[in-house]
């Protein structure tokens, strides 16, 4: 018999998020320069388009975070006790944490968290058609923000999985915040894995966020769409362009939506005025290098316990472990590993 996932917990109920959406809409338009929060880009066709995303040649980060974790995984048994709850933030298609879970000794329960509910539930259904003993427990939420885990079994550890180098999504000090609430909500004995996208040359970039079919435009334009659709929007969606350029200074790309005309567009209920060339600012992604993630980690919570990136240093996975006081640096064997401190140490 296949086991069927949890009903989905939500952390927010869904009328208030819609409400948190028109206001967000209404500030980030009303603003001296225009922004809306890239989480606002995953409604369910934003999560397709982006699956989409992830398979195309100019995007290297997940065929190349996929070829590390299956490098990576094997390793993970020897760091996470048995009868751990894996917990994934913005679990997405739940792709990649398969080859997690098939790493991890006889994982409890997986815990998808992701705002799109529709792309939670066809997830958190294959989940648990394909792992019958697993407990599948969709939170439909956003994990920016607090929200309630559910009850490990026992003293099970739990172990968070945050892959696709949507940390970088986060500016740093919002990027330190949430590790600080990631740490805490993961609790003593806790672990995370972490995807974090590298800095390189600005063309290799470019490319990954200006894609020769246009995919990566008609994913950021959708958020137009999806104000229209739910905010009684008037975006004609022709009149906009899809801007990606690399931020040299800032370590980051940018991605904007540019009026292609003066106009005015109604949305959420009022009138926004728009110059030729004015953009909608709608998501940063912040590049690193490995020994700034770890600093950034370690002020955050965590002890850097191991890092791991492709020949080619395009991509990172960084295993982070719940310190007992904030700054830990994991002692070095002898073969260059970091090593979980015993108990007493």
Avoid at 42 to 67: K, M, V
Wanted: glycine content about 8%; some cysteine; proline content about 7%.
């Amino acid at each position: 018999m296949t086991a069927k996932p949890a009903p989905m917990t939500r952390a927010n109920p869904l009328q208030r998020a819609r409400e948190e959406f028109r206001a967000h809409v209404r500030r980030g338009l009303a603003a001296p320069r225009k922004a809306i929060s890239c989480k606002y880009l995953y409604d369910h066709r934003g999560s397709q388009l982006f699956e989409e995303i992830t398979r195309l040649p100019e995007y290297y980060p997940t065929r190349t975070e996929l070829a590390l974790l299956e490098r990576v995984a094997p390793e993970l048994a020897g760091w996470i006790e048995p009868g751990a709850m894996l917990v994934e933030y913005g679990s997405g298609s739940s792709t990649k944490v398969r080859m997690v879970l098939d790493a991890l000794p006889a994982p409890t329960a997986y815990v998808p968290v992701d705002i799109s509910q529709q792309h939670l539930r066809s997830a958190s259904r294959a989940l648990a058609r394909d792992y019958p003993r697993l407990a599948v427990k969709p939170i439909c939420a956003d994990y920016t923000r607090p929200f309630l885990l559910p009850a490990a079994e026992g003293e099970a550890p739990r172990l968070g999985f945050f892959p696709g180098s949507t940390i970088g999504n986060f500016s740093p000090p919002e990027a330190l915040a949430f590790l600080k609430g990631v740490a805490g909500e993961l609790g003593p004995g806790g672990a995370f894995l972490v995807g974090v996208d590298l800095r390189k040359d600005r063309a290799v970039l470019e490319a990954a966020y200006n894609d020769a079919r246009g995919v990566t435009a008609a994913f950021n334009l959708n958020l137009l769409a999806r104000i229209n659709r739910e905010l009684g929007g008037t975006f004609r969606l022709e009149e906009f362009r899809h801007q990606a350029f690399y931020d040299e200074s800032l370590g980051r790309i940018e991605m904007h939506l540019v009026s292609r005309k003066a106009q005015e567009v109604t949305a959420a209920g009022e009138v926004f005025r728009f110059a030729e060339g004015e953009t909608i600012h709608t998501e940063n992604s912040y590049k690193y290098d490995l020994q700034g993630f770890r600093r950034l980690a370690e002020r955050s919570g965590f002890a850097a316990a191991r890092s791991w990136c492709d020949p080619a240093r395009l991509f990172s996975l960084h295993l982070l472990l719940v310190a007992e006081q904030p700054g830990t640096i994991l002692p070095v064997a002898s073969d260059g590993r970091h090593l979980r401190p015993e108990a007493g140490d």
